[in-house]
């Protein structure tokens, strides 16, 4: 059974860019033909979509957030990162890894999570 | 503003079915499937539904999907405490040629 597990600071001071990984166990990240995605969710908020990494190679951002956002693999530590830079209060948020289901590139069938990690930008 | 708009909230007692919605448009919903997601409080979502009206393994027959025009619903029957969450659509959407979700709906078992 796959499982996700997010890792990173918990503080970030504002204008720095925030760096998180996400382990993958039981399963290759370089294997199969799946998408690996970063989703946030702030405090009392709804669920936004950040971006996703395919087969290790290409990667798919939300265009709101794509100026500041980078999603590198590391397949030697069966990892997929994270970057997000010139932080603000507005990306205070619980950041969690996500993994689909089968593969399809027109849809968001997240099966596998993490457990989220809380990011405070504070000064 | 969310791009899929869904209620804010929703109620039922134990044993009834209760029905969420989220209306899209033609660049979302009318042309792309939908995916359900329940969240329970301090939780990580989990996907109820994809492609419409598929449950992933393990989910119990309860929870259906529907799609029609540019709208989808999941119903939920024999309505039990343990469903009180939060819960949201999620598809893509071709003008942002990106996926997004809906607002999110909380359901409350009263």
């Known amino acids: 059974q796959v499982q996700l597990q997010e890792s990173g600071p918990g503080l970030v001071k504002p204008s720095e860019t925030l760096s998180l990984t996400c382990t993958v166990s039981?399963?290759?990240?370089?294997?199969?033909?799946?998408?690996w995605n970063w989703i946030r969710q702030p405090a009392g908020k709804g669920l936004e979509w950040i971006g996703r990494?395919?087969?290790?190679?290409?990667?798919d951002y939300n265009p709101s957030l794509k100026t500041r956002v980078t999603i590198s693999v590391d397949t030697s530590k069966n990892q997929f990162s994270l970057r997000l830079s010139s932080l603000t209060a507005a990306d205070t948020a619980v950041y969690y890894c996500?993994?689909?289901?089968?593969?399809?590139?027109?849809?968001?069938?997240?099966?596998?999570w993490g457990q989220g990690t809380l990011v405070t930008v504070s000064s | 503003q969310s791009v899929l708009t869904q209620p804010p909230s929703a109620s039922g007692t134990p044993g009834q079915r209760v029905t969420i919605s989220c209306s899209g448009s033609?660049?979302?919903?009318?042309?792309?499937?939908v995916n359900w997601y329940q969240q329970l409080p301090g939780t990580a979502p989990k996907l109820l539904i994809y492609s419409n009206n598929q449950r992933p393994s393990g989910v119990p027959d309860r929870f259906s999907g529907s799609k029609s025009g540019t709208s989808a619903s999941l119903a939920i029957s024999g309505l039990q405490s343990e469903d009180e969450a939060d819960y949201y659509c999620?598809?893509?959407?071709?003008?942002?040629?990106?996926?997004?979700f809906g607002g999110g709906t909380k359901l409350t078992v009263l």
């Open positions: 999620a598809g893509w959407d071709d003008s942002l040629n990106g996926p997004v």
């Open positions: 039981g399963g290759s990240i370089s294997s199969g033909s799946y998408y």
């Open positions: 990494l395919y087969a290790s190679v290409s990667t």
């Open positions: 033609s660049s979302n919903i009318g042309s792309n499937t």
């Open positions: 996500a993994r689909d289901l089968r593969g399809y590139s027109y849809g968001l069938e997240l099966d596998h």
